[in-house]
């Protein structure tokens, strides 16, 4: 089993930034990919961005140019950089984790097998 934990949520205003952390417990061996998802009110889960533990990075067109992916793997954690905020930017977004099965022709690249409970991003317009 694999734990994670979000921090960093919180308000900003449309043009700025946040930055998300997701910091990985317990079996951790089983957490080669990790990745950002999000989810607004009444809409779907959707992907953000991925990561794979050796540096390949991935990202959703939504936000491809504005938030960034970095990961440290000796602290076990994962950071989602959130720059030029907008308003539909707005969502829970949660971390996942998984051991690096690739499926094709999903947005998230990976299957994701653990998820952390979310945290609150607000963009005001």
């Known amino acids: 089993q694999v734990q994670l934990v979000e921090t960093g949520g919180g308000l900003a205003q449309a043009g700025g930034s946040l930055r998300l952390s997701c910091t990985a417990s317990?079996?951790?061996?089983?957490?080669?990919?990790m990745g950002w998802f999000r989810q607004a009110p009444g809409k779907e889960r959707e992907f953000v961005a991925a990561?794979?533990?050796?540096?390949?990075?991935y990202y959703s067109d939504s936000v491809k140019g504005r938030f960034t992916i970095t990961r440290d793997n000796s602290k076990k954690m994962v950071y989602l950089q959130m720059d030029s905020l907008k308003y539909e930017d707005t969502a829970i977004y949660y971390c996942?984790?998984?051991?690096?099965?690739?499926?094709?022709?999903?947005?998230?690249?990976?299957?994701?097998?653990?998820w952390g409970q979310g945290t609150q991003v607000t963009v005001s317009s």
């Open positions: 996942a984790a998984g051991p690096g099965v690739v499926v094709p022709g999903t947005p998230g690249r990976y299957e994701y097998d653990y």
């Open positions: 990561s794979w533990y050796a540096g390949d990075t």
């Open positions: 317990g079996r951790t061996s089983s957490a080669r990919a």
